[in-house]
């Protein structure tokens, strides 16, 4: 049974705005850690902010809840080489979300260019959850 859809669209220059206006704080106060860790990895630090942004976004449309009681370091979206991509959350979202009845929380990214598009489905246990 699918709890939620959200679905958002960013231009990268947004990530890179942030990075060159606030630098290590847009990154302490937007990415969770294990994103955080995974920087030296990405095209740029910008495209990471992005790319993080617009998966947090989706991931609260599908929530139905907006950031409200929600921080943006409390949910990552991660990728292993040649895998799809992921979200992990903190302890205590990820225990907000086990008590709505939310089972799963599945991530599709693409880019191009200039754009970066995160989808976010959230999958429940049973057909009463809403």
């Known amino acids: 049974m699918i709890y939620g859809i959200g679905v958002d669209l960013l231009r990268v220059a947004r990530g890179e705005q942030l990075w060159r206006r606030f630098g290590d704080r847009a990154v302490l106060r937007l990415l969770h850690p294990q994103e955080t860790a995974a920087l030296p990895q990405a095209k740029s630090v910008g495209y990471a902010l992005a790319r993080a942004f617009a998966a947090k976004e989706a991931f609260v449309k599908a929530l139905g809840t907006g950031f409200i009681g ?61």
Not at 99 to 117: E, F, K, M, P, Q
């Open 70 to 130: 929600i921080a943006h370091h409390e949910i990552g979206a991660l990728r292993e080489p040649q895998r799809r991509p992921y979200l992990v959350f903190s302890p205590p979202l990820a225990a907000r979300l086990q008590r709505l009845g939310i089972a799963d929380a599945h991530l599709s990214l693409s880019d191009d260019g200039d754009y970066v598009l995160a989808c976010v489905v959230l999958e429940g246990r049973d057909a009463a959850i809403r």
